[in-house]
């Protein structure tokens, strides 16, 4: 992690189009912040976009915006993502999930710098850095035929590869040990640590969710929680058996 650290704040203060891959609930968001924070842009806005979520139909007016009467509903122009973060750093979460329409005007974007509203006539230049992240491996997508080769080229600049939590040793414990002191102070507890079983069991877990299931497991213990210490039990987890047995002094 203190390589990852060190290559996001390396190419912060850098212009390049940054696409950020692992597994989900890694924090891929949390570290496209970090370099929009560190950056030269860091004053001006920061805009995620969940691509996967993204409605087809409505896609593309959400990305690049719609003129007044361009299709059924639009009753007054409207700016898309790209205008709302002129200046600043776009976040294309999921970006595997794109369509192949929406791939050719990111394509077009990246190569001209201009965007064009549905129904409109100009063209509108937009000054903006892109942040993308996804837990897909491009590379397949592109032999399925599911994403353009050319595009994926202008995305790779610079990668980062987030390693999965289950692969960073002792790092579930200290990142649950920070998760505990910001939920007490958000829900007001004074909940003092963890038990050594809750212990044992965080180190033993694989955490296939990563951070965001052992943020969700912490939060909903810090709510819970009975005791001054969180347990095992609190967190959803089971004991290792190593930890129920007494180790001998001899």
Known sequence: MRGVIEMASHVA??????????????GKELLAKAIHQNSLRADKPFITVNCGALPETLAESELFG?????????????????????GGTI??????????????????????????????????????????ATNQNLAEL??????????????????????PLRGRESDSLLI??????????????SIRGFSDEAVAAIIAYKWPG??????????RAVIMAEGKRITAEDLGLSVPEA????TSLK
């Open 13 to 26: 203060r850098r212009d390049s189009t940054v696409l950020l891959t692992g597994e989900s609930g890694t």
């Open 66 to 86: 719609h003129r007044k009467g361009s299709f059924t509903g639009a009753v007054s122009d409207r700016a898309g993502k790209f205008e709302a973060a002129n």
């Open 91 to 132: 976040f294309l979460d999921e970006v595997g999930e794109l369509t192949p329409t929406l791939q050719v005007k990111l394509l077009r974007f990246l190569q001209d710098k201009l965007i064009e509203r549905i129904g409109g006539r100009r063209e509108i230049p937009i000054d903006v850095r892109i942040v993308c």
């Open 142 to 163: 592109i032999t399925a035929g599911k994403f353009r080769e050319d595009l994926y080229y202008r995305l790779t600049e610079i990668v980062i590869d987030i390693p």
């Open 176 to 189: 649950a040990k920070y998760l505990l002191n910001r939920l007490n102070r958000e829900h007001g507890r």
């Open 210 to 219: 990563n951070v965001r299931e052992l943020e969700n497991r912490v939060k």
């Open 243 to 246: 930890a129920d047995q007494p």
